[in-house]
């Protein structure tokens, strides 16, 4: 891999951990009434990360594959487990972190699976030859 | 006994997630064009309708989260790897491969495991 790959991909996942705040913001405005002082202080946090995730984005699809790039937000699953129990005290179960491991995995294959068909090019660009299995 | 708050909770969860996914293959088409400058890679019609989708799906969200707890909450939002697959391959010609396929159905499983108690209220 590039090392050029490796810096995007470094801050791709800065990004993704600041944007998995919008889930508690999400969560935090949703035990509020709507429109309420309080649930408009934690919707606005949610609309200025997807701000800063809009600007982010869209320079990062520039520099990786968007499956590469999706495939990494994958993440944002451990950060959703991690959240819940520090943020808001529920309980993880066994078969929540079996299911978050079971799709990291998926999403390991889907990832890779990508990479099967554009070979080890660094091309954005999906490429018209379909490998060998 | 079937916790039926929770599945609508869930589907309006996935909802917000699927719309997500067209927004995100409408950034796609926008980032694969050329753009006189960068004002205009930001303000030009797709990219702002994909916004707008992001910012509706920002409610579905909310509301879900009423419900849903937030450790299931990304985890559902996985489904998002489905849709880009499909209408990545339907608009943006993307392939899928074997694996990918595969990696796909893998996703649903550990969706379908990570729900299955909050679903099922066991």
Known sequence: MKKENIKWLFILHLIILIYSINGISSKMAASYDFLSKEWIFFYGIVIALLGFYAIAWQQILKHLPLITSYANKAVTTI????????????TITIERVIGAAVVIFGVY???TGDEEITGKSDSDEPSKEVSND | MINKDMIVFMIIMLTGTFISSIAQIMLKKAAQREYPNKLAEYLNPLVIFAYAIFFSATFCALYAYKVVPLSLGPILEATGYIWVAIMGKIFLGERISKRKSLGLVVIIIGIAIASSRALLGF
């Open chain 1, 79 to 90: 950060w959703g487990l991690v959240w819940g129990t520090l943020v808001f005290h529920e």
């Open chain 1, 109 to 111: 294959l889907v990832v």
